[in-house]
């Protein structure tokens, strides 16, 4: 259980704050970058895909967010209307910025990489005058994306949009979503995401991410204590993730641990927004923490099996009978023991 509730009035679930991008995934599989000559391309960025991924799952989803003008920041349009994502907080650059584009590199199933171009980029460009409290407070909750803080004005847009959900009592979830490139220093990055995190209701990230976010903060980088620590602030649920070992949801002193399902994976990324969408329409509907970490690991496997992410993000008919297949294959406690 967990003492996380959301205010049932407010018409929409989610707003997110972070970026959208483009993706472009190699059809020649198993190749370097230098190797593969066609790609194909996808809707992008940490944030956008868990608000594609929550809006399959039925949850109506906002984004405050800067675009670039051109056919790209058309695709991004186009493919949020078409995933029923409020677009009406996301406004186009007016100084040439560019929408970041990820290329991503499958050498196999179990390793991966990405390369990332974010120069005088796009979702950067957001500013403080974007983010208004009235839209916040249309929310059950709000979620910023550890990138936005990177880089002015786009963290001081994020802190003010965890100002405004503050003192509009919306909790604020806090996706770490680490990416090296835009930072200046680790110090700088610590200051930032620790000053996020000591806000959120909701924590959710690496343990990489974690050990970033506490630098300055002293920690001995056990999960325990990382929990004990942000439990002291506002955070009601701190989840930190391990990969191929799982994920553990701390709630108070009670832990909820939750394994991978088992899948052939086609790339090593996309599973960790998977995971975030899948886990966070549980908390909106309510469950049990540990159906909402099943339902979260089980869409992850799904989403390192695919070839993309957005595109990829599952029903939740579709998650629950991959559930119900794997149990039947692979036991009740596949994921769970």
């Known amino acids: 259980m967990h003492n996380l509730t959301f205010d049932q009035s407010r018409p929409m679930d989610l707003v997110l704050l972070g970026r959208a991008a483009i993706d472009f995934n190699p059809v020649d599989y198993f190749q370097t970058l230098a190797e593969s000559t066609t790609f194909k391309k996808y809707l992008g960025g940490s944030p ?32 949020f209307t078409r995933e029923k994502v409020d677009t009406s907080r996301i406004k186009r650059c007016t100084n040439g910025e560019k929408l970041g584009l990820t290329f991503t590199e499958i050498l196999s ?8 171009y974010r120069n005088e980029i ?26 936005s803080l990177a880089q002015s004005p786009s963290r001081e847009a994020a802190l003010k949009a965890v100002a405004l959900a503050q003192k509009t009592n919306t909790p604020i979830i806090f996706d770490i979503d680490y990416r090296p490139y835009n930072w200046v220093s680790a110090d700088e990055m610590a200051v930032y995401y620790a000053r996020v995190a000591e806000a959120s209701d909701v924590i959710l990230g ?9 630098a300055l903060i002293g920690l001995d980088g056990t999960d ?41 994976a086609l790339k090593s990324f996309g599973g960790g927004d998977g995971y975030a969408s899948a886990f966070l329409y549980g908390l909106f509907e309510g469950w049990d923490l540990m159906d909402c970490l099943e339902l979260g690991s089980a869409s992850a496997s799904m989403l390192v099996s695919a070839h993309g992410c957005s595109c990829f993000m599952p029903t939740l008919s579709e998650v629950q009978a991959f559930i119900k297949q794997s149990k039947a294959e692979h036991g009740e406690m596949v994921a769970r023991g």
Request: proline share 3%.
């Open 48 to 79: 956008a895909n868990i608000a594609v991924g929550l809006s399959r799952l039925g949850k109506q989803c906002g984004f405050f967010c800067r675009i670039s003008d051109d056919r790209f920041g058309d695709f991004v349009m186009d493919e």
């Open 109 to 116: 199933r179990d390793e991966s990489s990405i390369l990332m």
């Open 122 to 147: 796009a979702d950067l460009s957001l500013a403080p005058e974007d983010i208004d409290e009235a839209y916040i407070k249309q929310a059950k909750a709000l979620l910023i994306s550890g990138t």
């Open 206 to 214: 690496s343990r990489e991410e974690y050990d970033l976010t506490e």
């Open 224 to 264: 325990a204590t990382s929990a004990a620590f942000w439990q002291t602030k506002q955070a009601k649920i701190v989840v930190i993730k391990h990969g191929k070992q799982g994920s553990t949801a701390w709630v108070g002193t009670e832990t909820f641990s939750i394994k991978p399902f088992p899948v052939q």
